[in-house]
C-alpha cells in the first residue's frame, strides 16, 4: 500500500493505534532454495498454505543488500527539514505516519520510489539530490537483482501449477508498463511501547493488509516486526533474517490462480529498543491489464471466483479503502449453488 505524507516527525506514540498482545514466534515458515529441483512445487505448496515462504540462495548480492541500507539510513537520519523536503509523495516520495487517506496511521516513516529507473518524479529526483549518485545507483542495483529473483520465482510458481506459457506471471512484471514500485521502510525504536507491551498492547508500526499487486518481495535487517494470519486466524511473528527474502502473495495473483494461492494479511510492530529497515518491491502489471484467472489453470467446469477487472480498476479501488478492508470482496463473484 501506498503510504502518504503527515508532516511532523514521530516523536509520540500515544496517538498511535495499538492491537493485541503480541503473537508467538512462528517458526514453520517454508524455506526456498532457489537452486533445489523441487522448489517449484515446494513455492506453491507454500503460497497455498501461507501466501509467504523465504527465499535462500537467491543470488542478489549481499553488497547490493548492505549498501542500499546504509544509504537509506543516512537519508532517514537527516534533519526532519530535510527529508520533508522530498514530500509529501505524488504519490512517489517521502511520508511518515499517515497511511492512505482513510485514516489509518503506524510508527513508520518511508520512501515510495517507481520500480523503473526510466520513471522519476519530482519527489524522487529531491531524494537523490540530498543523496546524490551513490543512493540513486544503489537503488537501481538492487531493483535490477530482485526483479531478476522476482522474475525466476514467478517461472518457478508457474511450472509448479503447470501453467503454459510459464512466463504469463512473469511477463506482466517485465513489460515496460509494469506498474511496479520500490519502498523503502523506516520503524525508528520506540522506548513508550515497552510500556504498552507490559500492558499487552502492541504499538502498531504498518497495520494488517494484503498487498494489492501480484508478489511482494521483502527484505529488512535484523529486527523482528513482521506478522503474518494463518487460515486459523492466529498472528505469529516471523523471524527476521537479514540475509534472505521473503516473498507474499498479492490479491492479483490470488484473482490470476482463482484463489488457489492466497494473499497473505500481515502487519508490522514497532520494536522498543531498535530501528526497523525494510525494502518492499512490490511487482505489479501493466495499469491496462485484465485480472482474471489464467485459462491454462481453470477446469472445464470451473468458474470464476472473480469478476473481471483491470488492475488499475482494483488499484484505484483498493488505495480508496481502509488497510484491514478484505477489498477483494467487492470483485468476487455470487456462485450459483445450482
Given at each position: 500500500m501506498v503510504v502518504q505524507s503527515q508532516s511532523g516527525t514521530l516523536t509520540h506514540c500515544s496517538s498511535i493505534k495499538t492491537c493485541?498482545?503480541?503473537a508467538a514466534v512462528f517458526t514453520s515458515i517454508p524455506v526456498i532454495n532457489l537452486g533445489d529441483p523441487e522448489s517449484k512445487s515446494l513455492m506453491v505448496k507454500a503460497c497455498e498454505e501461507y501466501g509467504l515462504f523465504k527465499v535462500v540462495n537467491h543470488r542478489v548480492p549481499m553488497e547490493f543488500i548492505t549498501r542500499l541500507e546504509s544509504e537509506a539510513l543516512g537519508f532517514f537520519?537527516?534533519?526532519?527539514s530535510e527529508k520533508d523536503r522530498a514530500g509529501p509523495p505524488d504519490p512517489f516520495g517521502y511520508g511518515s505516519k499517515r497511511i492512505g487517506t482513510n485514516g489509518d496511521v503506524g510508527w513508520?516513516?518511508?520512501l515510495l520510489l517507481n520500480a523503473n529507473p526510466q520513471v522519476l518524479s519530482l519527489k524522487t529526483l529531491t531524494v537523490f539530490r540530498q543523496n546524490p549518485e551513490i543512493f540513486r545507483?544503489?537503488?537501481?542495483?538492487?531493483?535490477?537483482a530482485v526483479k531478476t529473483m522476482a522474475y525466476e520465482v514467478l517461472e518457478l510458481i508457474a511450472d509448479g501449477l503447470k501453467i503454459e506459457p510459464r512466463d504469463?506471471?512473469?511477463?506482466?512484471?517485465?513489460?515496460e508498463n509494469s506498474d511496479s514500485c520500490f519502498r523503502l521502510n523506516h520503524y525508528p525504536p520506540c522506548p513508550e511501547s515497552e510500556a504498552l507491551s507490559l500492558s499487552g498492547r502492541n504499538l502498531v508500526g504498518f497495520g494488517e493488509h494484503t498487498d494489492p499487486q501480484i508478489i511482494s518481495v521483502l527484505r529488512s535487517n535484523n529486527?523482528?516486526?513482521l506478522q503474518i494470519c494463518l487460515k486459523d486466524g492466529t498472528?505469529?511473528?516471523v523471524p527476521s533474517d537479514e540475509t534472505s527474502f521473503f516473498i507474499n502473495v498479492g490479491d492479483a495473483l490470488q484473482v490470476m490462480t482463482n484463489g488457489r494461492l492466497k494473499s497473505v494479511r500481515h502487519r508490522v510492530l514497532a520494536n522498543t529498543?531498535?530501528?526497523?529497515?525494510s525494502m518492499i518491491y512490490f511487482g505489479g502489471p501493466p495499469l491496462s491489464q485484465k485480472i482474471v484467472p489464467l485459462t491454462s489453470l481453470m477446469g472445464k467446469q470451473e468458474e470464476s471466483l472473480y469478476n473481471e477487472f483491470t488492475w488499475s480498476e482494483y488499484k484505484t479501488s483498493a488505495y480508496k479503502s481502509r488497510l484491514a478492508d478484505y477489498r477483494l470482496g467487492l470483485f468476487e463473484k455470487t456462485l450459483s449453488t445450482n
Amino acid at each position: 500500500m501506498v503510504v502518504q505524507s503527515q508532516s511532523g516527525t514521530l516523536t509520540h506514540c500515544s496517538s498511535i493505534k495499538t492491537c493485541n498482545k503480541a503473537a508467538a514466534v512462528f517458526t514453520s515458515i517454508p524455506v526456498i532454495n532457489l537452486g533445489d529441483p523441487e522448489s517449484k512445487s515446494l513455492m506453491v505448496k507454500a503460497c497455498e498454505e501461507y501466501g509467504l515462504f523465504k527465499v535462500v540462495n537467491h543470488r542478489v548480492p549481499m553488497e547490493f543488500i548492505t549498501r542500499l541500507e546504509s544509504e537509506a539510513l543516512g537519508f532517514f537520519n537527516l534533519p526532519q527539514s530535510e527529508k520533508d523536503r522530498a514530500g509529501p509523495p505524488d504519490p512517489f516520495g517521502y511520508g511518515s505516519k499517515r497511511i492512505g487517506t482513510n485514516g489509518d496511521v503506524g510508527w513508520i516513516e518511508y520512501l515510495l520510489l517507481n520500480a523503473n529507473p526510466q520513471v522519476l518524479s519530482l519527489k524522487t529526483l529531491t531524494v537523490f539530490r540530498q543523496n546524490p549518485e551513490i543512493f540513486r545507483s544503489a537503488v537501481n542495483d538492487y531493483i535490477q537483482a530482485v526483479k531478476t529473483m522476482a522474475y525466476e520465482v514467478l517461472e518457478l510458481i508457474a511450472d509448479g501449477l503447470k501453467i503454459e506459457p510459464r512466463d504469463a506471471l512473469s511477463k506482466l512484471l517485465r513489460d515496460e508498463n509494469s506498474d511496479s514500485c520500490f519502498r523503502l521502510n523506516h520503524y525508528p525504536p520506540c522506548p513508550e511501547s515497552e510500556a504498552l507491551s507490559l500492558s499487552g498492547r502492541n504499538l502498531v508500526g504498518f497495520g494488517e493488509h494484503t498487498d494489492p499487486q501480484i508478489i511482494s518481495v521483502l527484505r529488512s535487517n535484523n529486527t523482528s516486526g513482521l506478522q503474518i494470519c494463518l487460515k486459523d486466524g492466529t498472528w505469529v511473528s516471523v523471524p527476521s533474517d537479514e540475509t534472505s527474502f521473503f516473498i507474499n502473495v498479492g490479491d492479483a495473483l490470488q484473482v490470476m490462480t482463482n484463489g488457489r494461492l492466497k494473499s497473505v494479511r500481515h502487519r508490522v510492530l514497532a520494536n522498543t529498543q531498535k530501528s526497523r529497515v525494510s525494502m518492499i518491491y512490490f511487482g505489479g502489471p501493466p495499469l491496462s491489464q485484465k485480472i482474471v484467472p489464467l485459462t491454462s489453470l481453470m477446469g472445464k467446469q470451473e468458474e470464476s471466483l472473480y469478476n473481471e477487472f483491470t488492475w488499475s480498476e482494483y488499484k484505484t479501488s483498493a488505495y480508496k479503502s481502509r488497510l484491514a478492508d478484505y477489498r477483494l470482496g467487492l470483485f468476487e463473484k455470487t456462485l450459483s449453488t445450482n
